[in-house]
């Protein structure tokens, strides 16, 4: 058997104490440990994004950490972006935009666009381009993803 | 309820925003065994033995599935042929064909597993790699002929070779003969949802999940492999995380029923990005195109001979080449044309149906060569296309008419792209033409039930991989019935509860299932109309309906307040079934006349970095004839959607073979597609609307037209940035740059 190890950590706000194998990615551990399923899996490398998930503010593919590293980090997945009035400003975006085709880069897109306006609220075209450039779409709904994020964006600032 | 025309949000849109829609991977199956498949570092190979005893004894596993533990002779299945094993007989014929599962307790243990699996195998010389490799005459053959029946190109690598065309070539008289030869790469699907597959015993049948497009197709093969009832095979099919045509085809399916009956357990393989890489493709092409036309660019003949390299099994691959050529002369008026296609074998990944189905391949050449003919007689390369484009309702290839305005959509292209504006240095224009038969048949059933309390559920058996079918079919519903959408509900993707549709392809579901939904919603519009007559005591003639309102000589009720004051007090609900049926026309070369065509022209301004060969797309235009857009932002979301696709394939996608047939740039780091970094700096969609299409509100099919000929257009727009010609794609840097050299070195 792999070995594992007790980590605690934050999961959507939820705090958590998980036993994981220690050669288990972060990925492997959301979706078949704790069935956390939003999160996808795709290239397994860090190149695509289907993956990424925030870890403490930050945008991060989860195919590429161990599980181990996010011990006492706090987590966002895309199941934890709903916000209690319903859909967040940006997921509202994405629909009413035309954002999500197949969907299955979305929580991916989501995620990295979140982490992109906390950090830079008010973001320009390119910003927004730059940010979500390692999130592969192959529906390609670059236009409609960037023009989600503007309006959202726009809707937040009002 | 004006549904028809408006945009909506996606249906099934929440779940995908949310993380709650579940793709198949997202599906688990209680005491699920995973399975990994085992294949060798090389295309073609002999296998000698396979030794399974070190990775039976990985704790957690199973057992090892060989072709040993399969019926002899080994079942085969495809769409056209059945050539395709279960798993690897004998021999490898691609790089990526599993020889060996392994099933296991967990994901771990099989993956350990397959490494200790120890196939004993011979790599065998002489593969098969290229069109030239393939038609020499000591070539090795590809498939055994005894599984070639009675074709007479049973001895050779190919798998047959099509001739279509009208009068005579050789009779008509040329001012001027342009003749070039093209080659178009493999690329490969890249649907970011890798393929996965589930089997699990039943009772006395089958469940099975798929990735896949056709779930009647994929129950149909089953049923047949494993002689069972159609009844005794269930297939679940949730909405694939992007299709694109890949995933229209079974693959593993019939290995992991075989595991699951053996194991008397679930089964699931999911497939990595990587793996999938080596499962799917588009076939490339040699083509090679001749034309004659007179001193004013009218066209006399097209001579058009496309070699298409498909895998080591046929797949859909050989329609491909069928339909493709069929049309393959385009939308003009040619008052002779000579066609031959050849679907060619290869040891390598087997190609299957992929967005524009084989025109990409053959536009490419058309269009570039089009392009030579007007710069070699002094036409505008605009004019020389609407010169000898088709008219409305004329026929342009025996038995099909052009269905649109083609001249308008045209002209619409040539306007969004300032065609004829001066340009900057470094800068260039092209434009070009595409056009893709619809599907040639179809069979789709619908059933629509209006509830008690006035909403619906629609049963579709459509896959809503992207497209957005969901949607198109809630509209029509909500159109029809007078139902709010959000109180709609679209059923797909489970055999057991949705009637047959025969396939989603060739961007026919808003047309074939939509006029479906649409039949089985005037059946409850009937039988409410029948109703009201009762009710109110009128002739069911005077009652007309409308947009969801019965319309009574004086009076006028919704749809659902007849419904509900008629079933009252009982409750209930009106069920209606429609039915779409395209027949076969056995006369045809296809099997049938298009439904309609796919229209589209795409122009493209680029500027090129002389010094590096980078080519920055300016401006890019596609517009395309969509007859009526139900859903308008759907429909640019597919034509942008497309457009980027195409200019995967014109800029940067290719495999990249070593000499053993091994694909070196497998995967995301090393196969590069368009990120959000690369796109043009100004894209821009739109569509002709004339309401002149077969589907409901006057609908065509959408989704593949922005592709067709993104290279033609951006091939010619280099072309004249440059003054060189390059025949081959992808225009990476590295190919524009070394065009460019050739021309200083004045070679
Ligand atoms: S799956 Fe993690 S970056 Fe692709
Ligand atoms: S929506 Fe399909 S891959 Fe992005």
Known sequence: MNRTLTIETTINGRRRSLDVAVNHTLLDVLRDDIDLTGTKECCVVGECGACTVIIDGRPMNSCLMLAVEIDGSEVTTVEGLELEEGLSPLQGAFLDEGATQCGFCIPGQLMAATALLQQNPDPTVEEIQEGLAGNLCRCAGYEQITKAVLAAARGVKQ | ?747
């Open chain 2, 1 to 747: 309820m004006n549904a028809v025309g408006s945009s909506p949000r996606r249906g099934g849109g929440y779940g995908r925003v949310t993380g709650h829609q579940e793709y198949l991977a997202d599906i688990k199956l209680p005491d699920a065994l995973h399975v990994k498949l085992v294949t060798l570092e090389c295309a073609r190979a002999r296998i000698n033995a396979i030794d399974s005893t070190e990775a039976e004894q990985v704790p957690g596993v199973h057992f090892v599935m060989t072709a040993a533990d399969l019926p002899d002779p080994m079942p085969r299945f495809g769409p056209q042929f059945q050539d395709r094993p279960v798993i690897a007989v004998g021999e490898t014929k691609y790089h990526g064909e599993p020889v060996a599962a392994v099933a296991a307790e967990t994901k771990d243990a099989a993956e350990e597993a397959a490494l200790l699996v120890k196939v004993d195998y011979t790599k065998l010389e002489d593969g098969i790699f290229s069109v030239a490799d393939a038609l020499a005459p000591d070539a090795v053959l590809v498939q055994d002929p005894a599984l070639r029946g009675a074709s007479s190109f049973a001895q050779t690598n190919i798998i047959d070779e099509k001739h279509f065309g009208w009068g005579d070539i050789d009779d008509q008289e040329a001012h001027l003969v342009v003749e070039d030869s093209f080659q178009f790469p493999m690329v490969t699907h890249f649907a970011i949802e890798p393929h996965g597959f589930m089997a699990a015993p039943d009772g006395d049948g089958i469940e099975v999940w798929s990735t896949i497009q056709h779930p009647y197709l994929l129950q149909k093969i089953m049923a047949k492999m494993l002689d069972l009832p159609l009844s005794k095979v269930r297939v679940h099919a949730p909405d694939p995380g992007g299709g694109f045509g890949g995933k229209q085809i079974p693959k593993f399916e019939p290995l992991v029923a075989f595991m699951a009956l053996r194991a008397g357990r679930p089964v699931r393989l999911v497939l990595s990005l990587d793996e999938t890489f080596q499962q799917v493709r588009r076939s490339s092409a040699e083509i090679r195109v001749r034309a004659g036309f007179t001193a004013e660019g009218v066209f006399t003949f097209m001579d058009i001979e496309t070699n298409f390299l498909v895998g080591a099994y046929v797949d859909i691959a050989d329609r491909v080449v069928s339909k493709s050529s069929y049309s393959g002369a385009g939308p003009y008026r040619i008052p002779a044309v000579k066609i031959i296609g050849r679907t060619i074998l290869s040891h390598t990944t087997p190609s299957t149906a992929f967005r524009g189905f084989g025109i990409p391949q053959i536009g490419w050449a058309r269009e570039s060569l089009i392009d030579e003919a007007a710069l070699q007689l002094g036409i505008d390369r605009l004019q020389i296309r609407l010169l000898n484009l088709a008219r409305y309702k004329e026929p342009f290839i025996p038995s099909e008419e052009a269905d649109g305005d083609w001249e308008q959509t045209v002209r619409t292209a040539a306007k969004r792209i300032g065609w004829g504006d001066p340009l900057p240095p470094n800068r260039g224009r092209g434009i070009a033409v595409g056009l893709k038969s619809g599907p040639t048949t179809g069979l789709s059933y619908s059933t629509v039930r209006l509830l008690y309390d006035g909403s619906a559920m629609v049963y579709a058996g459509t896959s809503d991989m992207g497209q957005g079918a969901r949607t198109i079919f809630a509209q029509i519903t909500a159109e029809e019935l007078g139902v709010p959408l959000d109180d709609i509900t679209v059923v797909m993707g489970d055999t057991s509860v949705v009637p047959y549709d025969q396939q989603t392809s060739a961007s026919r579901s808003s047309v074939l299932m939509g006029t479906a939904v649409q039949r089985a919603c005037f059946e409850i519009q009937g039988k409410v109309r029948a109703m009201a007559a009762k009710l109110y005591n009128v002739d069911e003639g005077d009652i007309k309906v409308d947009q969801g309102r019965l319309l009574l000589p004086d009076r006028e009720f919704s749809v659902v307040d007849v419904m509900q004051e008629a079933l009252a007090p009982l409750g209930g609900e009106v069920i209606g079934n429609g039915e779409m049926r395209k027949d076969k026309e056995p006369d045809h070369p296809l099997g049938g006349t298009a439904a309609f065509f796919e229209f589209n022209c795409t122009a493209s301004e680029v500027e090129v970095d002389m010094e590096t060969g980078h080519v920055t797309l300016v401006k890019h235009v596609t517009v395309g004839d969509v007859g009526k857009a139900l859903n308008p932002l759907q429909v640019t979301m597919q034509d942008d959607g497309a457009a980027i696709m195409g200019l995967g394939h014109t800029l940067m996608e290719h495999y990249i073979f070593d000499n053993e047939g091994r694909v070196r740039n497998i995967g995301a780091i090393d196969y590069r597609i368009l990120t959000s970094m690369d796109l043009p700096l100004d894209l821009h969609s739109e569509s002709v609307e004339n309401a002149d299409g077969p589907g409901p509100y006057g609908i065509k099919g959408v989704s593949e037209g922005s592709l067709l000929v993104t290279a033609p257009a951006v091939g010619a727009a280099v072309r004249e940035a440059t003054g060189k010609i390059i025949r081959d794609l992808p225009l990476t840097p590295q190919r524009v740059w070394e065009a460019l050299q050739e021309d200083e070195n004045g070679s």
